[in-house]
């Protein structure tokens, strides 16, 4: 046992010997590493202490917290009107998502391919679409609810308005950065044939991006669905009004009703969303 372990001892000692650097004690990345565990802790007091976080009254809202969810049991509409009202109201919801989710793509489209560097060359062009994008990207979804119900008054239209604004921003960072992700060779091929600089977008760029954008899409239709429910809250229709109402009167089997719908109908989002990705990728896959 000892004679098969010796050769190995010798030449790990002859390796680190002749490769001293790689197993030499890296002290400066150590203190490097050090300081910035230091000084993340440090902010996480100063944030702490800054918020004035109330750690004595953890427990008792925790048992608070316990006698809401007694109170939500169990789940109970209230009446059958009630129900078809809620039902309705979901799909007010899902609706406003599907909605904003296509329009913001199409139109973060055009502006995609205004940002990408292997579309258009333009410095200017290229600047000026990024920071348009980061600038719409930089409002939250909430915000932009409040702005279009102050514009065009409460309901869905609101909603549909306020998701397209938010899904533009993030929509055109996302197809840009996959278009310029695309393999240069097939454009070639195009440009090598006889095609022009659009030919190669049309029949070299875009065969390859649309399955990926396509994914994105899908995504963003599932998170958006969250979305809706939230910026309903603030008047922008959907079952979120519905929602804010029921706690507001404080009937709490109401409230559990409908966040019992709204995890329904976001898992059945989630799997046929996922279904059409898998989809959608393993046909890519197989092209």
Known sequence: MTSMHTPLAVDGASVALRYPQYFRTNWRFRAQVGS??????????????????????????????????????????????????????LGETVSIALLGTLGGAILAFPMSLLAARNVVANKVVHFLSRRSLDTVRGIDTLIWALIWVSVVGLGPFAGVLALICSDFGSFGKLFSEAIEATDKRAVEGVRAAGGSHLHGVRFGLLPQVVPVLASQVLYYFESNTRSATIIGIVGAGGIGLQLAEQIRVLEWQKVSFIILLILIAVSAIDWISSRLRFAIIGRRAVT
């Open 36 to 89: 910035f565990l230091a000084v993340a802790l440090a902010f996480i007091v100063i944030g702490i202490v800054q918020l004035e976080i109330p750690f004595d009254r953890l427990l008792s809202g925790i048992f608070k917290l316990g006698d809401f969810g007694r109170l939500m049991l169990p789940p109970d509409p209230g009446s059958s009107a009630n129900a078809a009202l809620y039902l309705r109201a």
